[in-house]
């Protein structure tokens, strides 16, 4: 094939002659196999270094989406440029990959979204190289994310006009993958989750403020697109309470979030309409450079100046595929979100939520940090902010510890140690 033509379809985000269907999925040819690479060109308008503000946004708008252009403009946010670098997943996400490729398949289910939308999917990425939004979000509902992982961190509620107003310190355990597993045995699944058709599992609870110490919550997420099921355990009560949430805009914690905005969006694929509107290359800070450990809150983010919530992380040109996602719930507060994937990892560094009016309302922004080892571990959380324009108001997650594959118990997930936890 003409060398031309091969760089040609490769700057439009097509398979390469190297990404044909029969070829292995490698460490070294995973992002020219699975999505597609930065464009050169859109590329050289920043360089390693450079610092992106106010007065020189209008030269690299290209490589930004309306609202964080908006975020630099009017809320003084600043973005520190860094090269680009490639990330894939582990040996075994890889393994699972080419061992299961071609088998998973879509289901059409219209507008019944409590239908699952898949079948044959057993573990690794299901749709190398997709061609629609929908398998882009099934790419990001079973991206590389380890099969367990225990954070802890502080959560920040902002206010543009005074600050911080209030700090809460948290852990979040969960083995994101009782099936479909990659990394840790039992490979692909963990028979008793299976055997209850489920594909996750967690317990969180508050280390602080004191009169919150303990406050807990366990909850499970089904195969099937449910409602997520849990308990929350209440220390002043000395009570486990049942409860489901997670469907319809519940906030996490009373804050900005939706519980759905975990981890840029927590819902499922058959609960959403997925129009993929773009394949670009735009700044995303995917080895964003911040430092883990509760002293660096202020060092991740610009909290002594206005608006008190602007991350400082550095931000690479990735290619991203860009999402139009509507909902089919007819009640859902967001009327549609703009959702930027990046194209190598499927994982959301960035998105933005629209109000039922169609004006702007929120927006994620998600830090990634590099993965210790990328044969064996995924990228690490490095920041999160959650920002909501109209009440000039954010939530910030500074991260104290982000671990990944370090063997969890499934034993951990039940309500005894829920309620011994909280005591």
């Known amino acids: 094939m003409n060398i031309l033509l091969v760089a040609a379809l490769c700057f439009a985000g097509l398979p390469s002659a190297g990404a044909l269907a029969g070829d292995e999925?490698?460490?070294?040819?995973?992002?020219?196999?699975?999505?597609?690479?930065?464009?050169?060109?859109?590329s050289k308008l920043v360089k390693k270094g450079m610092k992106i503000t106010k007065k020189n946004v209008a030269a690299v708008a290209d490589l930004l989406p309306p609202a964080m252009?908006?975020?630099?403009?009017?809320?003084?946010?600043q973005l520190k440029v860094t090269d680009y670098k490639p990330i894939h997943p582990s040996?075994?996400?890889?393994?699972?990959?080419n061992k299961y490729r071609g088998q998973p398949q879509m289901i059409d289910i219209g507008k019944q979204f409590r239908k699952r939308g898949i079948k044959n999917y057993v573990a690794g990425l299901p749709f190398p190289n997709p061609k629609t939004g929908l398998e882009v979000a099934w790419n990001y509902q079973y991206s590389y994310n380890g099969d367990d992982g225990d954070t802890y961190y502080t959560v920040y509620w902002i206010s543009a006009a005074t600050g911080v107003e209030h700090t809460e310190e948290w852990r979040w355990a969960f083995i994101i993958r009782t099936i479909n597993r990659t990394d840790l045995d039992p490979k692909p699944a963990i028979k008793s989750f299976l055997d209850k058709g489920l594909q996750y599992t967690s317990i969180t609870y508050a280390l602080a403020p004191y009169d919150k110490k303990g406050f807990g919550a366990l909850y499970s997420r089904s195969v099937d697109p449910?409602?997520?099921?849990?308990?929350?355990?209440?220390p002043a009560m000395r009570r486990v309470l049942r409860n489901t949430f997670g469907t319809r805009g519940d906030t996490w914690n009373s804050t900005d979030l939706?519980?759905?905005?975990?981890?840029?969006?927590?819902?499922?694929?058959?609960?959403?309409?997925?129009?993929?509107?773009?394949?670009?290359?735009?700044?995303m800070a995917m080895h964003a450079g911040t430092k883990l450990g509760k002293k660096y809150g202020k060092k991740n983010y610009d909290i002594d100046h206005w608006p008190?919530?602007?991350?400082k992380m550095k931000y690479e040109p990735r290619a991203v595929y860009v999402v139009e996602v509507t909902p089919k719930f007819p009640d859902y507060p967001y009327s549609k979100q703009i959702m930027y994937f990046d194209a190598e990892t499927f994982y959301l560094p960035y998105k933005e939520a629209y109000d039922k009016k169609g004006d702007l309302w929120k927006v994620v922004l998600i830090g990634f940090n590099d993965s210790p080892d990328m044969d064996s571990q995924p990228s690490e959380f490095g920041a999160c902010a959650v920002i909501d324009f109209q009440a000039e108001h954010a939530t910030l997650i500074n991260f104290h510890k982000a671990l990944s594959n370090t063997g969890l118990d499934p034993k951990m997930f039940t309500l005894s140690n829920l309620r011994k936890r909280g005591r």
Do not use: S
């Open 25 to 42: 999925i490698t460490a070294d040819n995973w992002t020219d196999m699975v999505g597609f690479k930065p464009d050169p060109e859109k």
């Open 69 to 77: 252009k908006m975020m630099i403009e009017k809320y003084k946010l």
């Open 91 to 97: 040996e075994g996400y890889i393994e699972a990959t």
């Open 226 to 234: 449910l409602d997520q099921q849990g308990h929350i355990y209440v």
């Open 258 to 283: 939706l519980y759905e905005d975990v981890r840029g969006y927590m819902g499922y694929p058959e609960w959403m309409n997925w129009k993929l509107i773009g394949k670009k290359t735009m700044l």
């Open 308 to 311: 008190h919530w602007n991350p």
